[in-house]
């Protein structure tokens, strides 16, 4: 079992996507379940890894346009950002 540490960004982005009539909670329940248990996604949720500034992160999607970023370090679930594609990848 994983350890989930939120970061400061996830929780601003968290308090804003939660307000969306877009965002699925039974789904987000479902991911962080099986991250925090350690199993794997199944292939719906498309998780890849990220290359440039998230490299070492990987990325999740919770429905087609809510999207996780997170990274799992030895016994620690760091979740990083949540949002649309836009909001976790604004330049």
């Known amino acids: 079992m994983l350890v989930p540490i939120t970061s400061t960004q996830y929780g601003k982005d968290f308090k804003r996507i939660v307000q969306s009539p877009k965002f699925n909670h039974s789904e987000y329940l479902v991911v962080l379940s099986l991250l925090i248990a350690g199993k794997a ?3 719906k949720y498309t998780n890849h890894s990220l290359i440039g500034t998230y490299k070492d992160f990987w990325d999740c999607h919770i ?3 809510c999207v996780l970023i997170y990274r799992i370090i030895e016994k620690e679930l760091y979740l990083v950002r949540i949002g649309t594609h836009s909001e ?3 330049k």
Do not use: E
């Open 41 to 43: 996604l199944p292939a």
């Open 63 to 65: 429905t087609n346009d």
């Open 88 to 90: 976790v990848f604004k």
